[in-house]
């Protein structure tokens, strides 16, 4: 576990430990109505999932010498490798949850990314990369490739436009269906109010 803290130590607020805590507790609310997942496959795939994110490294050495280190299965190992592939959103590139438990770790993390908390992540990210906080001028992109979607710089504004508002509609899980709503409503309030601070 220190070896994972420390890791994440070393990223943004946006990505930082907390993230991952606050990720887990999703993983384990989801869990409870997902009776048949394997919770261990979850649990280890949600504490590694952002080791090799690709806007911290090119590099999946870390994440993998973590996985070898477990006790556990061969076929696990490789079903916790799967999760984590599958959980990135890639600017609507993402690979198919193609079992229960990556459609858990994947709702998990998208729940961290909208409401209160996706907001607050936004602009720590934003603040981080030098991002504008919005742009009047700049028009959210509907389809893009995934270079395209991480290596343009737009203004934190958009980027709710193009990833945080999609994705109450890409919930897998009933439980994660319905947490989901309400945040989303939140970041719809927010940025009605936004407009009308920033005049339109």
Known sequence: MEKVRHIYEQFDASHD?????????NAEMI????????????????????????K???SKAQENKLIE?????????????DCIAQVSYNGGNELEATSLEAKIVRDADRLDAIGAIGIARTFAYGGAKGRKLYDKKETARITMTEEEYRKKNTASVT????KLLLLKDLMVTTKGKQL?????????????????????
């Open 17 to 25: 430990f907390q993230h991952i805590e606050r990720v887990y507790h």
């Open 31 to 54: 869990l409870q109505t997902e009776p048949t997942a394997d919770a261990e496959v979850v649990k280890i795939a949600v504490l590694l999932h952002d080791v090799s994110d690709k």
């Open 56 to 58: 911290y490294t090119d």
């Open 69 to 81: 280190a477990l006790s556990i299965s061969e076929e696990k190992k490789q079903h916790i490798r």
């Open 159 to 162: 980027h709710f436009y193009e």
């Open 180 to 200: 989901a709503e309400q945040r989303h409503q939140f970041m719809v309030d927010f940025l009605q109010q936004l407009q009308q601070e920033i005049g339109g």
